[in-house]
C-alpha cells in the first residue's frame, strides 16, 4: 500500500477536480457554459417569477412572462435581456420601459426569437434585466434557460392494438378555467358563492368585481377541502395588494386550527378589484375545493395589519426629513396613522404675523361641505408643532379645548418667516389601516371669527386673504355662441377698456387676445381657447421663483403663470400655459420645476354635464397615463371609455374625422384628424394692436403632446345622451362631438375650472 504525506494528498486531488472541470467543459456544447451569476434581487423591486425554460427550434419564437413589482419609490424601469447569442433577438410588451409607482406591478412578456441558424442542442443562459432609471446599478435579474431542439421527424400512424381501457384521470379544471391571471379574471357578484378547484399543484385562481366607493365588502373561504391552506389578496385595477390574509382566526366560535382565510375592506372608490386565490404552499389537485364568497357588507375587520393598506397618499412622512408640503388654506384628505407607532410629518410655510390653524378632522362625511358627526372609532390625534429645525417643541395639543371631539388644533402666528413642522400621532400610538383623518392649514383673514375647527364647522376650510382670489368683472358681453356681424372699432376700443381691468398682468392680456379678442369682439364664429373671461388671480407656491411664489391667472380652459415677474417680456415663454391635465390625472401637483406634492386623481367629469354619475373623469384615465402605444396611423378610433376607466369597443358609425393621422413618438399615442387639423387651424388674430391672418394657437405650447390615446365616450350634454370623442393632451382636453355645428364641433374642455375645483376644493365665479 503506497502512503502519500497529507500535502502530497491534497496536490494530486485538485488536479484530478481541475482535470474534470477541463474535460465538462470541453464536452459540453452551450452558448455560454457557465451558469449566469446570480444579482441578489433588490428588496423594493423584483421579478416573479424568477426563472424560466423553454425549448425551441432555429428560426422559431417562444415567450416568458414575469411580473414585475415596485415596492420602493415611482419609477421608470428599463428592460434589457443579456447573454443574448449573436443573431438571436429578444421583444418586450408593452414596452422595454415601463413606470411603476409605488406598490405597483405590471406583467410583462419577454418574446425570445432563436437565429436560423442556431445549432440544435445549443444552450442560452439569459438574464432578464430590469434597471432603475433613476439608479441604473439597481438592478432585479429574472434567469430564462433557452434549449434549440430540431423539428419532430413525423412518424407514420400505427393502428393501435386492441386492449384494456385505461381509467380516465381526474379532471383538472372547474368552470371558472382559465382564470390563471389579472387579465383572464372571472366575475363574481356581490352576495353569491362559488365552488371551485385548486388543480393542478401551482394553480391560481383570479376573480373581479365591481366595487362601489366608501362600501364595505368581505371576501371569505366558507369551506376548504383537508390539505389546502389558501390566501386571498386583494388588488385594484392598478394591480396594487390593498389586503392580503392567510388564516382567519376570529371566527365564531374560535378556532385556532382553522386555516381559512378571509378579508374585510372598505373600498375606497368605484372601480374594478381583484381577488387572488392560491394555496400557500402550491399544492392542488382534482380533489381540492373550495368555496368563495362576496358578501356585500363587511363582517369584521381583517385580524391583522395590512401593510398595503397602511399606505396613504402621502407616505413616506414618518420622519421630519420626510415631511410632506401642505400649503396654506389646503386639505389633505384620507390620511391614515397606520401601523401602530406611525406619526405623519408635514412642514409649511409660515409668514411673520400671519395667524394659522392647523387642525385633525376624524369626522366621516361624504363630498364636500357636508358634515356628518361621527368621529371614526380609534381615532384620538395629538398634534405637535415645532420650530424650523423640527425638533424644539412649540406647542402640543391633544383634544379641541371646549369642542366635542377627539381632533386637534394648534393656532399658531410665526415671529420669524420660515418653515414650520407639525407632527400628528394617536393617542397611544394605536395605529390600523382604519384609522384615518383629514389635515386643513387654515390662514385666517385679519378679522375673521370662524377661524379653525369646532364641531360645526364645514370641512372645507375658506380661503384667507394671501390666496384670496381676485375675481375679475365679467365682459359686458354676452357669453353665448356669437352669431352676429363683426362690431365698430368703437366696440374693440370699449372691450379693450373692460379686459385691461381684469387681467392681473398686461401680458396676460396679450396672449388672451391675440385668439380670443376676435370672438369676444364677434367677428368669427369659433370655440374659445381661453374663455370669454379673465377669472381668479393667485399667487400660488413655485420653489424656484425668487419669491417663492408665481403669479397666475385661471381661465374657463387653461392656467397663465408668470414665473418671474422681472424676467424678459419679449420673450415668448414669459407666460406659460400649465400642465394641468397631466396634474389632474396623475394627481401629482407641481410645486417647483420637478418638485410635487401628492393628492388626488381628480373625480371631476372630462366633458359634458358635471353632474353625470357615468362619465369618465380625469381619474378614469390615470391607468392610461403611462400606456404608450405603437403608431396606429391609418386607423380608426375604435375603441371606447367608461368611468371604471375599462377600455370597450365603439360601435357607433366610423368617421373620416376619427381617422388616425399623427403618431407622436414624444408620449407614444396617436391623433385623429380632426384634432390635427384644429391644432394647425388658421383664422383671424390680434396681435401688435391690429386684427391679422395666422395659425390660431402654437399647439405644443397651448396644448402640449397627447398623454393618451383618442376614446369615444357616452356622456350627458345638456340632459341628452351624446357620442363625443375626448383625448387628453398634457395642457388641454380636447373634445369633437360631430352634431355640433361647425366652428365648435371641436373644444377645448374647461380644464381651467376643473383644476381650480381640484386644488381648492371651491369653483370659480
Known amino acids: 500500500m503506497v502512503r502519500l504525506y497529507p500535502h502530497l494528498r491534497n496536490l494530486v486531488i485538485t488536479i484530478l477536480l481541475l482535470t474534470l472541470v477541463v474535460v465538462f467543459a470541453t464536452h459540453r456544447v452551450s452558448v455560454?457554459?457557465?451558469?449566469?451569476?446570480?444579482?441578489?434581487?433588490?428588496?423594493?423591486?423584483?421579478?416573479?417569477?424568477?426563472?424560466?425554460?423553454?425549448?425551441?427550434?432555429?428560426?422559431?419564437?417562444?415567450?416568458f412572462t414575469s411580473t414585475l413589482r415596485n415596492n420602493g419609490a415611482n419609477d421608470t424601469f428599463n428592460l434589457s435581456v443579456t447573454n443574448l447569442p449573436s443573431g438571436w433577438t429578444a421583444d418586450f410588451s408593452p414596452a422595454s420601459a415601463i413606470a411603476l409607482s409605488t406598490n405597483a406591478q405590471r406583467s410583462v412578456v419577454v418574446r425570445i426569437t432563436i437565429s436560423a441558424n442556431a445549432a440544435v442542442g445549443t444552450t442560452a443562459n439569459l438574464n432578464i434585466v430590469a434597471a432603475r432609471a433613476s439608479t441604473p446599478t439597481e438592478q432585479a435579474v429574472a434567469f430564462l434557460e433557452v434549449s434549440v431542439?430540431?423539428?419532430?421527424?413525423?412518424?407514420?400512424?400505427?393502428?393501435?392494438?386492441?386492449?384494456?381501457?385505461?381509467?380516465?384521470?381526474?379532471?383538472?379544471?372547474?368552470?371558472?378555467?382559465?382564470?390563471?391571471?389579472?387579465?383572464?379574471?372571472?366575475?363574481?357578484?356581490?352576495?353569491?358563492?362559488?365552488?371551485?378547484?385548486?388543480c393542478p399543484a401551482g394553480d391560481q385562481d383570479w376573480l373581479v368585481f365591481g366595487g362601489v366607493g366608501g362600501k364595505s365588502y368581505t371576501v371569505d373561504?366558507?369551506?376548504?377541502?383537508?390539505?389546502?391552506?389558501?390566501?386571498?389578496?386583494?388588488?385594484?385595477e392598478q394591480g396594487r395588494s390593498l389586503a392580503f390574509n392567510d388564516d382567519f382566526f376570529n371566527r365564531e366560535p374560535p378556532n385556532p386550527n382553522d386555516l381559512r382565510p378571509r378579508i374585510s375592506?372598505?373600498?375606497?372608490?368605484?372601480?374594478?378589484?381583484?381577488?387572488?386565490?392560491?394555496?400557500?404552499?402550491?399544492?392542488?389537485?382534482?380533489?381540492?375545493?373550495?368555496?368563495?364568497?362576496?358578501?356585500?357588507?363587511?363582517?369584521?375587520?381583517?385580524?391583522?395589519?395590512?401593510?398595503?393598506?397602511?399606505l396613504d397618499l402621502f407616505e413616506p412622512d414618518g420622519l421630519p426629513e420626510e415631511a410632506q408640503l401642505i400649503l396654506s388654506n389646503e386639505l389633505q384628505e384620507d390620511r391614515r396613522l397606520c401601523p401602530n407607532g406611525d406619526a405623519d410629518w408635514v412642514y409649511f410655510f409660515g409668514k411673520t404675523g400671519k395667524r394659522y390653524f392647523i387642525?385633525?378632522?376624524?369626522?366621516?362625511?361624504?363630498?364636500?361641505?357636508?358634515?356628518?358627526?361621527?368621529?371614526?372609532?380609534?381615532?384620538?390625534?395629538?398634534?405637535?408643532?415645532?420650530?424650523?429645525?423640527?425638533?424644539?417643541?412649540?406647542?402640543?395639543?391633544?383634544?379641541?379645548?371646549?369642542?366635542?371631539?377627539?381632533?386637534?388644533?394648534?393656532?399658531?402666528?410665526?415671529?420669524?418667516?420660515?418653515?414650520y413642522y407639525v407632527q400628528v400621532k394617536n393617542i397611544g400610538d394605536i395605529g390600523n389601516q382604519f384609522i384615518r383623518y383629514d389635515l386643513t392649514l387654515q390662514l385666517c383673514v385679519p378679522g375673521q371669527t370662524d377661524c379653525g375647527r369646532s364641531s360645526n364647522t364645514p370641512i372645507r376650510p375658506t380661503p384667507a386673504t394671501e390666496e384670496q382670489p381676485t375675481v375679475a368683472t365679467p365682459f359686458a358681453l354676452s357669453t353665448s355662441t356669437p352669431t352676429s356681424t363683426p362690431t365698430s372699432t368703437n366696440a374693440l376700443e370699449q372691450v379693450n377698456t373692460v379686459q385691461a381691468?381684469?387681467?392681473?398682468?398686461?401680458?396676460?392680456?396679450?396672449?388672451?387676445?391675440?385668439?380670443?379678442?376676435?370672438?369676444?369682439?364677434?367677428?368669427?364664429?369659433?370655440?374659445?381657447?381661453?374663455?370669454?373671461?379673465?377669472?381668479?388671480?393667485?399667487?400660488?407656491?413655485?420653489?424656484?421663483?425668487?419669491?417663492?411664489?408665481?403669479?397666475?391667472?385661471?381661465?374657463?380652459?387653461?392656467?397663465?403663470?408668470?414665473?418671474?415677474?422681472?424676467?424678459?417680456?419679449?420673450?415668448?415663454?414669459?407666460?406659460?400655459?400649465?400642465?394641468?391635465?397631466?396634474?389632474?390625472?396623475?394627481?401629482?401637483?407641481?410645486?417647483?420645476?420637478?418638485?410635487?406634492?401628492?393628492?388626488?386623481?381628480?373625480?371631476?367629469?372630462?366633458?359634458?354635464?358635471?353632474?353625470?354619475?357615468?362619465?369618465?373623469?380625469?381619474?378614469?384615465?390615470?391607468?392610461?397615463?403611462?400606456?404608450?402605444?405603437?403608431?396606429?396611423t391609418g386607423n380608426d378610433v375604435l375603441e371606447s371609455l367608461?368611468?371604471?376607466?375599462?377600455?370597450?369597443?365603439?360601435?357607433?358609425?366610423?368617421?373620416?374625422?376619427?381617422?388616425?393621422?399623427?403618431?407622436?413618438?414624444?408620449?407614444g399615442h396617436n391623433i385623429p384628424a380632426i384634432f390635427w387639423q384644429f391644432l394647425n387651424e388658421q383664422g383671424e388674430i390680434y396681435e401688435r394692436g391690429r386684427y391679422a391672418d395666422?395659425?390660431?394657437?402654437?399647439?405644443?405650447?397651448?396644448?402640449?403632446?397627447?398623454?393618451?390615446?383618442?376614446?369615444?365616450?357616452?356622456?350627458?350634454?345638456?340632459?341628452?345622451?351624446?357620442?363625443?370623442?375626448?383625448?387628453?393632451?398634457?395642457?388641454?382636453?380636447?373634445?369633437?362631438?360631430?352634431?355640433?355645428?361647425?366652428?365648435?364641433?371641436?373644444?377645448?374642455?374647461?380644464?381651467?375650472?376643473?383644476?381650480?375645483?381640484?386644488?381648492y376644493g371651491q369653483s370659480l365665479p
Open 265 to 310: 375592506f372598505t373600498i375606497p372608490v368605484d372601480g374594478r378589484y381583484y381577488i387572488l386565490v392560491r394555496d400557500t404552499a402550491n399544492r392542488g389537485n382534482a380533489n381540492y375545493f373550495y368555496t368563495i364568497a362576496l358578501i356585500g357588507e363587511a363582517t369584521g375587520p381583517t385580524p391583522t395589519t395590512i401593510v398595503g393598506v397602511c
Open 694 to 759: 395666422g395659425p390660431l394657437v402654437n399647439w405644443p405650447s397651448v396644448v402640449g403632446y397627447p398623454l393618451t390615446e383618442p376614446y369615444w365616450v357616452r356622456v350627458q350634454v345638456g340632459g341628452v345622451s351624446r357620442d363625443v370623442l375626448v383625448q387628453a393632451f398634457e395642457r388641454r382636453v380636447l373634445t369633437y362631438t360631430p352634431g355640433n355645428p361647425p366652428g365648435w364641433q371641436v373644444e377645448m374642455g374647461n380644464v381651467g375650472r376643473h383644476y381650480y375645483e381640484w386644488r
Open 149 to 198: 431542439v430540431a423539428a419532430p421527424t413525423n412518424t407514420p400512424t400505427r393502428t393501435p392494438t386492441a386492449g384494456p381501457t385505461a381509467t380516465p384521470a381526474p379532471l383538472c379544471r372547474d368552470g371558472f378555467e382559465g382564470d390563471n391571471d389579472r387579465g383572464s379574471a372571472k366575475v363574481i357578484d356581490v352576495n353569491t358563492t362559488q365552488q371551485r378547484t385548486i
Open 32 to 63: 455560454d457554459a457557465s451558469p449566469p451569476s446570480a444579482p441578489l434581487q433588490q428588496v423594493d423591486f423584483f421579478w416573479n417569477p424568477t426563472s424560466g425554460k423553454f425549448s425551441a427550434q432555429p428560426g422559431e419564437s417562444s415567450t
Open 221 to 236: 373561504i366558507s369551506e376548504m377541502s383537508f390539505g389546502l391552506d389558501l390566501s386571498l389578496e386583494l388588488f385594484d
Open 642 to 667: 367608461d368611468r371604471s376607466g375599462q377600455i370597450g369597443r365603439y360601435t357607433g358609425p366610423r368617421l373620416a374625422a376619427a381617422s388616425l393621422v399623427r403618431y407622436f413618438p414624444e408620449t
Open 359 to 419: 387642525f385633525t378632522d376624524t369626522r366621516r362625511y361624504r363630498g364636500p361641505n357636508q358634515v356628518n358627526q361621527d368621529t371614526q372609532a380609534g381615532a384620538d390625534t395629538e398634534i405637535f408643532l415645532t420650530d424650523r429645525d423640527g425638533v424644539s417643541l412649540i406647542d402640543r395639543n391633544d383634544d379641541i379645548p371646549g369642542g366635542e371631539t377627539l381632533d386637534s388644533q394648534i393656532e399658531f402666528i410665526p415671529s420669524v418667516d420660515g418653515y
Open 501 to 632: 381691468a381684469d387681467f392681473a398682468d398686461v401680458a396676460f392680456q396679450q396672449v388672451w387676445q391675440r385668439s380670443d379678442l376676435p370672438i369676444a369682439n364677434q367677428r368669427v364664429i369659433r370655440t374659445w381657447v381661453w374663455g370669454p373671461d379673465a377669472l381668479a388671480t393667485r399667487n400660488e407656491m413655485y420653489n424656484q421663483s425668487a419669491t417663492g411664489t408665481r403669479l397666475v391667472q385661471y381661465f374657463d380652459k387653461a392656467r397663465m403663470e408668470i414665473n418671474d415677474l422681472s424676467g424678459d417680456r419679449s420673450s415668448p415663454w414669459f407666460v406659460t400655459n400649465g400642465l394641468l391635465v397631466k396634474e389632474l390625472i396623475s394627481g401629482q401637483m407641481q410645486i417647483g420645476d420637478n418638485e410635487f406634492t401628492r393628492r388626488r386623481s381628480a373625480n371631476i367629469v372630462l366633458a359634458g354635464d358635471a353632474d353625470d354619475a357615468t362619465a369618465p373623469t380625469y381619474a378614469s384615465l390615470r391607468g392610461l397615463l403611462d400606456e404608450p402605444f405603437a403608431d396606429r
